[in-house]
């Protein structure tokens, strides 16, 4: 046999993907025994670079395949098939409390993920790899269209799946940092939902103003789904994470205007001053600000804001009245709200008041605040600019450990996607059930 | 059958109505149709599912593609569902429309001119390889074709199919007088490497390039006819042999390309010039694929170099159809070539792999294999040669599940001819398919290993 080199051969696939899908990565034309380093690295938007590796010995055949073969060390271990996008983290000397987000959809997440010979711990940048190949992750399916929103004084972007339709709408909020984040509703348009992401604390109106908004703010996004040509005007659904689910759950159970087909609250609470503003919401927790206590880094912990919870009907919403399929997602390592006693605390209220039927709880251990789309890389904490004027920067505790809130987000994921397909083309018993999960 | 889909609508409105409570019924969620992966490559399979549908109905799949020239293409085909409402393209046949049977990919090797569209067309020839074919895929309700309205949608996908993977690199060479595009896969390299030839049709056609690229090799399209950066006048082949080896050396001497891993690919008359290169100039390529073409030239050379003098192929061994449509086979006919330009073929010392389309109605690929075969044998080489021979296919074998053209447009002056490629719809499919497949386990044997 002839002296040359090994021609390795890596490949991802699909090397083209939604944010949300899986891929399988593998190594060939390597000898039996062979030791490797699997390498992810991403740059972000705003330059930072994120990395993960793992290490594995390729088998009998001289092969490693990732979504079968265990990781021996590195970012994750064991098998983990998409370990390189999850534990995807700040490389060495970056500044702290970083977070990935992606602000434009419209282009992919680039990953390069490269092969390694030998098990190596660091200084991937300074190597020459054996082999890379490139990876686009996109929030948005092709034919999927980006429509940015300014009737009615909203700052919000629709976006809607490709083909005639016309489709389920849903209206998705974020929480207490701002901004219009649009990552969520692209990849759920992709999924054939037409969503609107919407800027509540942030909006134009409010810079221009100084006022924040109010609920009429939610009912017209509302009315600009329902009244659009290509949304079915009576399968809207609301989506909210953190201060989102405030908003989502005042809007489901009091508004005479907002009919829901269903409710998605992630990491939230129902407590909350009845009949306040949003702005009256806010300072209801602000009160509560001596109550802040700080973990041993430092870090921001914003969970007994809202304890105990409060007896006294009027600082909650009443769950009774709930009339649509709720889905709650908690984490229980939440630091930041308290968000598994507030499902705990609905689930009763419910219970007493006969509509628990109405309810899905999914709980996960060991999860955090930050329930995203599946395998984005966790935050335990992370810079938080507050939307107050003036604005301050902490870095908050959202909590959760790496492999237990990775697993949550996807399973999260999954059922949010069911759940919500059932209840938005209408037809499934009341409180969707799992048990074909 | 019942109207199913009314049915779910209207039930949706009484809902509404109760105050918004639901109370079930057997509704079922609206139709979905999937296609995966959504962003592909063009020698990917693509899944192709409908879901949510009414158990035993007759519903139809469509695809609607938009060339880079804006010309419109179209397939469809009709299902009937099963039990659980499903249509799975991947198991389900077709049992009408552009295909019949089970053919996962035949919406998209099936796709034909849309009705109204210019004449003669032939696909595949997408100029830009950096953008991807942008497909429409829709359910219709009942057995329809898609020009039939009004139609019912149930739903739609939109999906991607591209020629490069992301971080193929696509570099434009006018290096040594050579023209050319060059293809590099991502990564540090180096790459074992592709020569890639097309026909007499000329130009730059780069799209196999860059899917080689896709799949881990460098890949150099060389031009040598019909090219504004080549010199001379256009209708002639104006270089010779000592570009073809300017082309692999350039090849040979790039940073991130093994230099004892080239090979050569050809068709049509790349085959020629691939044959030639490797048994005539000093060149040693790792392995040769050939493709529907001659062992020998089919124009009269001009010089020992390989230059051409004549504008054309010799039209006396032109033969016409009934309507008037050109088949170009005899001119490739063993007997037919110049003889001084016959490949020594003895001289060849690499595998060979040569690719047969049975109903070649452009060059005699028949005959020309069992002459390279015979050579190759009397020469005590026959181990070198793998042959591959594909009944109903013809002389365009190019990448999977795209459309083959039996004909098409040949020239405008001095008078408007089409030409016969020949090869039959699904034939034609089954054989780019399985080649594909065979040409990289081949390149992969001989240039990785």
Redesign the interface.
């Given at each position: 046999m002839s002296m040359?080199p090994l021609?390795v051969?890596?490949?991802v696939q699909?090397?083209?993907?939604?944010v949300d899908?899986k891929f399988t990565v593998l190594v060939q034309?390597l000898l039996p025994g062979f030791q490797l380093t699997v390498h992810a690295l991403h740059q972000c938007e705003d330059g930072h670079s994120w990395e993960a590796f793992a290490h594995y010995t390729t088998d009998a055949t001289g092969t490693v395949n990732v979504s079968q073969d265990p990781s021996l060390d590195g970012t994750y271990s064991g098998v983990e098939p998409m370990g390189l996008l999850w534990s995807l983290r700040p490389v060495p000397g970056s500044k702290s409390g970083l977070r990935m987000r992606k602000m434009n959809v419209q282009t992919p997440m680039?990953v390069?993920i490269?092969v390694y010979q030998g098990h190596q711990m660091e200084g991937f940048l300074d190597r020459?790899?054996l082999?890379?190949?490139?990876?686009?992750r996109?929030y948005m399916?092709?034919?999927?269209r980006r429509v940015p929103i300014t009737d009615g004084k909203l700052t919000a972007t629709l976006f809607l799946p490709?083909?005639?339709g016309p489709f389920p709408g849903l209206l998705d909020l974020w929480g207490g940092g701002g901004k219009l984040v649009e990552y969520r509703a692209a990849l759920l348009a992709s999924h054939?939902i037409a969503s609107m992401a919407l800027d509540y604390l942030t909006p134009q109106i409010t810079k221009e103003t100084g006022k924040m908004v109010d609920n009429d703010y939610f009912e017209t996004a509302y009315r600009v789904l329902e009244q659009h040509p290509q949304i079915?005007g009576?399968?809207i659904a609301m989506l909210g994470l953190s201060f989102g689910t405030s908003v989502t759950l005042r809007m489901a159970v009091y508004s005479q205007d907002v009919?829901?087909?269903c409710a998605v609250c992630i990491s939230g609470s129902h407590v909350q001053p009845i009949g306040g503003s949003v702005e009256q919401i806010l300072a209801y927790f602000n009160r509560n600000a001596d109550k802040t206590r700080f973990d041993e880094n430092n870090q921001v912990i914003w969970r007994d804001l809202l304890l105990p919870i409060p007896t006294d009907p009027s600082l909650k919403v009443d769950m009774g009245r709930l009339?649509?399929?709720l889905l709650l997602v908690v984490g229980e390592d939440d630091q930041n709200w308290p968000a598994h006693e507030c499902a705990m605390d609905m689930k009763e209220m419910m219970e007493r008041a006969g509509n628990s039927h109405l309810l899905t709880v999914l709980s996960y251990k060991n999860a955090g605040h930050l329930i995203e789309p599946p395998f984005m890389p966790f935050a335990r904490a992370s810079t938080f600019k507050t939307v107050t004027n003036p604005p301050t920067k902490v870095m908050a505790l959202w909590g959760g450990e790496l492999v237990a809130h990775s697993r949550a987000q996807e399973d999260a994921w999954r059922k949010m996607l069911v759940f919500l397909?059932?209840n938005l083309?209408?037809?499934?018993?009341?409180g969707a059930s799992f048990s074909n999960l | 059958m019942i109207p199913c889909y009314t049915v779910q609508r209207n039930l949706a409105c009484i809902q509404r109505t109760v105050g918004g409570v639901r109370w079930t019924s057997s509704c079922r969620p609206a139709p979905l149709l999937t296609a995966s992966p959504v962003r592909a490559l063009i020698d990917d399979k693509i899944s192709i599912r409908g879901h949510f549908l009414p158990p035993r109905c007759p519903v139809t799949v469509c695809a609607q593609m938009q060339s880079d020239d804006g010309d419109l293409w179209e397939a469809f085909a009709h299902f009937n569902t099963n039990s659980d409402g499903t249509v799975n393209l991947t198991r389900d046949p077709s049992v009408g429309g552009s295909y019949l049977g089970c053919e996962p990919m035949g919406l998209l090797w099936g796709l034909q001119p849309a009705p109204g569209a210019r004449e003669g067309l032939r696909q595949a020839e997408k100029k830009k390889v950096e953008t991807p074919y942008v497909m429409l895929m829709s359910l219709l309700k009942g057995h329809v074709s898609p020009s039939e309205r009004p139609s019912t949608e149930l739903a739609a996908v939109t999906a991607e199919r591209w020629y490069m993977a992301p971080g193929v690199r696509r570099i434009e060479i006018r290096q040594n007088g050579v023209v050319g595009t060059l293809f590099l896969p991502p990564g540090p390299g180096p790459f074992p490497a592709m020569l890639d030839l097309w026909g007499m049709g000329g130009g730059l056609v780069e799209y196999r390039s860059a899917l080689f690229a896709s799949r881990g090799y460098a890949s150099f399209s060389l031009a040598y006819i019909g090219h504004k950066d080549l010199p001379g006048p256009q209708n002639l082949i104006n270089v010779g042999d000592p570009y073809y080896k300017s082309a692999f050396q350039l090849l040979q001497d790039h940073p991130q390309v093994y230099p004892d891993r080239i090979g050569i690919i050809g068709l049509s008359f790349g085959v020629y010039l691939a044959l030639r290169l490797a048994s005539h100039s000093g060149i040693k390529p790792s392995c040769l694929i050939c493709i529907n073409g001659p062992a020998g030239s089919t124009i009269k050379l001009a010089d020992a170099d390989g230059r051409t003098e004549q504008t054309e192929n010799d039209q006396k061994y032109w033969t016409y159809d009934d309507q008037g449509n050109v088949s170009f086979r005899a001119v490739s006919l063993p007997a037919n070539l110049s003889p001084e330009s016959k490949v020594k073929l003895e001289h060849l010392t690499c595998p060979l792999m040569y690719i047969v389309g049975e109903d070649d109605l452009s060059a005699s690929s028949v005959e020309n294999a069992n002459l390279i075969e015979e050579t190759l044998s009397a020469a005590g080489k026959s181990q070198l040669l793998t042959r591959l021979s594909y009944p109903g296919a013809g002389h365009l074998i190019e990448p999977p599940y795209t459309p083959n053209s039996r004909a098409s447009l040949w020239s405008v002056k001095p008078q408007k001819l089409v030409t016969l490629w020949g090869g039959h719809l699904a034939p034609h499919a089954a054989a780019q398919e399985d080649s594909w497949k065979k040409i990289l386990e081949f390149m992969e044997t001989n240039l990785r290993h």
């Open positions: 040359k021609c051969k890596l490949s699909p090397s083209r993907g939604l899908e034309n680039v390069t490269s020459v790899s082999a890379s190949v490139v990876v686009e996109w399916a092709p034919g999927v490709s083909g005639a054939g079915l009576s399968r009919k829901l087909s009339q649509c399929p397909r059932e083309y209408g037809g499934m018993k009341h | -």
